[in-house]
């Protein structure tokens, strides 16, 4: 059953789709032939992916894109939760940022030439916002420097999703001391790509070196601080999602074994003590799924409070779904910590999402924040 509950007819649809399509092209089974590939998916499937509209949600229609209602993160949400689910690789979350600050704030050309390749597949763009250890520091690892035409780019952005098999990096900077972004094609002269061990198995992370590297005048993202603070909402809200997908996968996973598995003649989920435990984690799965289904509504809709919405999802999250893998690896025992089962897979996951787009700490601070209360700084 999806998250979010309230759905229409043509939502219900596309997820279905969406759901059918990743259990036949790459269900979590046949994602472990990728971990040990440096490329990480294959961009044919990533073309199929964008036939059925992975990547224009975010993306207006009169630009090439288009939503299946008229929340395009709630669509948005629909794929993510799936991908959670199955442990799916691929830039689906950094992909569809930074498409969408492209499409709000990017010059002519990018719009007419960038986009559609985008939306088809058949570009891959990522988001470079973080700093070497993948702290938020709103481009400030980053400056620009005007030259004849254009700019020249230098410093550093660390744990960028899909760095190696990317065409474009939307990497975050600033120009005169004011936060920009810019579009960077990989293969151009004084940038070079690192690549980093990763928890979780099916993503590539890199460290992304750039060193004078030029790009023309009309490369410049606009949109300043504003806009990196609303996509860096986005993608913590689509990466909550993606942890409950895994999360539910885990509960379900183990309330299945609870049944199955048998101690002292009897299934070991009729014992008091496991019971409890599993009543504990229904709970905090539950109102995961709330926390989500309000940070979409509110960042979906415009609303006054939704940055104070999607960091107290994020947060609570973030922590919940830890604890839940956790005690689901303790429930199944020894077998859950063996590399032939997928528990440790979902774990990998919801582990990573938990720091990747601001940690639980720094969640919680940005909320205190909100208030007046602390700086709005801690990591």
Same mark, same amino acid.
């Given at each position: 059953m999806p998250i979010q509950l309230d759905l229409t007819d043509d939502q219900a649809l596309f997820h279905e789709t969406t759901a059918r399509f990743i259990e036949t092209e790459l269900p979590r089974e046949r994602t472990r032939a990728l971990h040990d590939d440096p490329a990480g998916f294959d961009r044919g499937w990533l073309t199929k992916a964008a036939e059925l509209g992975w990547f224009s949600m975010l993306v207006p229609e009169e630009l090439g894109g288009g939503s299946v209602s008229d929340n395009g993160l709630a669509d948005a949400a629909l794929i993510a939760e799936e991908l959670g689910r199955q442990v799916q690789p691929g830039p689906f979350i950094p992909m569809n940022v930074a498409l969408a600050a492209v499409a709000a704030h990017g010059a002519d050309r990018p719009k007419a030439e960038l986009l559609p390749a985008g939306v088809a597949g058949q570009a891959v763009v990522t988001w470079a916002f973080a700093d070497e250890r993948g702290g938020w520091d709103r481009g400030a690892g980053v400056t620009l420097a005007a030259t004849g035409g254009g700019f020249a780019v230098s410093g550093v952005r660390g744990h960028v999703q899909d760095a190696g098999q990317a065409d474009w990096l939307l990497v975050a900077g600033?120009?005169?001391?004011?936060?920009?972004?810019?579009?960077?094609?990989?293969?151009?002269?004084?940038?070079?790509?690192?690549?980093?061990?990763?928890?979780?198995?099916?993503?590539?992370?890199?460290?992304?070196?750039?060193?004078?590297?030029?790009?023309?005048?009309? +490369?410049? $993202?606009?949109?300043?601080?504003? #806009? !990196?603070?609303?996509?860096?909402?986005? %993608? &913590?809200?689509?990466?909550?999602?993606?942890?409950?997908?895994?999360?539910?996968?885990?509960?379900?996973?183990?309330?299945?074994?609870?049944?199955?598995?048998?101690?002292?003649?009897?299934?070991?989920?009729?014992?008091?003590?496991?019971?409890?435990?599993?009543?504990?984690?229904?709970?905090?799965?539950?109102?995961?799924? +709330?926390? $989500?289904?309000?940070?979409?509504? #509110? !960042?979906?809709?415009?609303?006054?409070? %939704? &940055?104070?919405?999607?960091?107290m999802a994020a947060a609570y999250v973030g922590e919940q779904g830890n604890e839940l893998a956790q005690q689901c690896l303790q429930i199944h025992g020894g077998i859950g910590y063996t590399w032939e089962h997928d528990l440790h897979l979902l774990m990998r996951r919801v582990q990573t999402n938990s720091v990747l787009y601001g940690s639980p700490t720094w969640h919680r601070e940005q909320v205190c924040a909100f208030h007046g209360l602390g700086t709005g700084a801690a990591r």
């Open positions: 600033t120009l005169d001391g004011e936060a920009v972004q810019v579009l960077v094609p990989t293969g151009a002269a004084g940038l070079v790509r690192e690549p980093l061990t990763c928890l979780d198995l099916s993503r590539r992370m890199a460290t992304v070196r750039l060193d004078g590297v030029e790009v023309p005048g009309d +490369a410049l $993202v606009g949109g300043g601080t504003a #806009a !990196l603070d609303h996509q860096l909402r986005q %993608a &913590a809200v689509l990466a909550a999602v993606e942890t409950v997908g895994a999360m539910d996968t885990l509960f379900t996973m183990t309330v299945e074994y609870s049944k199955d598995r048998i101690a002292f003649g009897r299934p070991i989920g009729s014992f008091q003590a496991l019971k409890h435990v599993m009543a504990d984690l229904a709970l905090e799965l539950e109102t995961s799924k +709330a926390a $989500v289904t309000a940070a979409i509504e #509110a !960042l979906g809709r415009g609303a006054d409070a %939704a &940055a104070e919405v999607v960091s």
